[in-house]
């Protein structure tokens, strides 16, 4: 049977679609395009695979994302309608997902926008209703002044659901107007004559509103009338120790993909999300968002290898685990260049006890689909690919097949918009009994 699957997906590989290769907008239908963030998968790919353990597997299926991000796999699965588990350490990824949760189950979307539009034309107000460290920096007074209008509009949508919608276009508004460079995912100012004109900002929003409505419309015509709305849980918290609580009684597929590294020095996620998250209320965010934005590094300190504190006791805890790891490790201490992994080696313990956690959280049965990156770090390549299988393989999982992406740039290694070296991406199948 296991044989059956995995000659469907190296059919699959060896037959990929041009469009596994297509990126930016063309490649992000429907709620895709909702919010830009970093690192997201490829649509089309994931629901190929997706398709292709359906068509395997017998009863019904329940997906996970540990690491769920803006939702990518979230929308494919409910497109699909299966059940779906989405979890982060981003407050951010957190929202956006819950706008595609609120989409999927009927929100008024349009009577959401047309509240904040009229409370937007009726605001008299003149005042800048946040603050928070560096706003001065990343705000010029004008714009503070536009965006808390936009905000105190929002504010006034009754509907929560409906309004994290808003918040979402609201998240994109604000990358966009900021004195942040959109070239990266770090805080780093703009060029004096690249700025945002304020008078522009409601522009942009109201665009961005508009694009959000169609790619609703072009959501909910596909989803259609479903016999059965899925059942939708998004969690907030650790993939390292967050309490699951699934029905034995479905097939488990859990799809994700995992940072690259830690997040200081691969993609700062907090960072990128920081500008945002002190904008929008706490009240629409999970609880976990006060702590998590105390300052531009919280969140990022938190995420998977956060922290290099206690790096040689973890060093020791991963000994054995991985052999591809333990090479990399050995090479480095002979070349007397170990340091520079330290964080390669936080991250991967983190990376592993998270898998760990979640083998003995979901029930036994299941499928995994992990897509990973290869990068560098301290002149050598991270073999992550290899290193995630042999986890899996420790923890009891068999590899059934790995899917190799044709990146749409021949040249390797490749530099994501980020500058981050990714030399492969890789995505791979195994089943645990
Ligand atoms: C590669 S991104 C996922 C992107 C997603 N697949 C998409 O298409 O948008 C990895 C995610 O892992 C999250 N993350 C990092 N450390 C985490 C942890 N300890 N627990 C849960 N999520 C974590 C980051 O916040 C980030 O959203």
Known sequence: MTDTLARRLANLQDRQPATWAVTGA????????????????????????????????????????????????????????????????????????????????????????????????????????VDFPGLTKWFDVSAALQLSRIRRAIMQVP??????????????????????????????MRAEGDRVAADRILQIFEDSLRKTLLQVAAYRKLIGDRPRRPDIKIL?????????????????ILVTSPPYGDNQTTIPYG??????????????????????????????????????????????????????????MQDAAIAGTARGLRKVVSFMTDFFE??????????????????????TASGRTIPFDSICREMLCYLGARPIATVHRRLPVKRMPS???????ITTETTLVAEFH
């Open 271 to 328: 960072q990128f999300s920081y500008l945002a998250l002190r904008w929008i209320p706490i009240e629409d965010l999970n609880p976990l968002a006060g702590r998590l934005t105390m300052n531009t590094n919280s969140l990022d300190s938190v995420s998977l290898g956060g922290s290099v504190k206690f790096a040689d006791v973890k060093a020791k805890q991963i000994t054995g685990i991985s052999p591809s790891l333990d090479r990399l």
């Open 159 to 188: 509907d929560q659901a409906a309004r994290k919608v808003i918040w979402t276009v609201f998240t994109e508004t604000i990358r966009l107007s900021s004195n942040s460079r959109t070239s990266t995912y770090k805080l780093h």
């Open 26 to 129: 063309a490649a992000r239908p429907n709620l895709h395009a909702m919010l830009r963030y970093p690192a997201m998968m490829v649509p089309k790919m994931q629901g190929d695979i997706v398709d292709t353990l359906l068509d395997y597997i017998s009863g019904s299926s329940h997906v996970v994302d540990p690491f769920v991000g803006s939702g990518t796999v979230m929308t494919e699965s409910l497109l699909r309608g299966l059940d779906f588990t989405g979890i982060d350490i981003n407050p951010l990824a957190i929202l956006v997902c819950e706008a595609k949760a609120a989409i999927d189950i009927g929100a008024d979307i349009t009577a959401a926008a047309n509240a904040t539009l009229q409370a937007i034309r009726f605001d008299v107000q003149d005042n800048v209703d």
């Open 236 to 252: 907030c918290g650790d993939a390292r120790a967050i309490a699951l609580d699934q029905k034995p009684s479905h097939h488990n």
């Open 415 to 421: 530099k994501n918009n980020m500058g981050l070296m």
């Open 354 to 375: 998270s898998l760990d956690h979640l083998r003995k959280a979901l029930p036994a049965n299941g499928h995994w689909v992990l897509t990973t990156g290869n990068r």
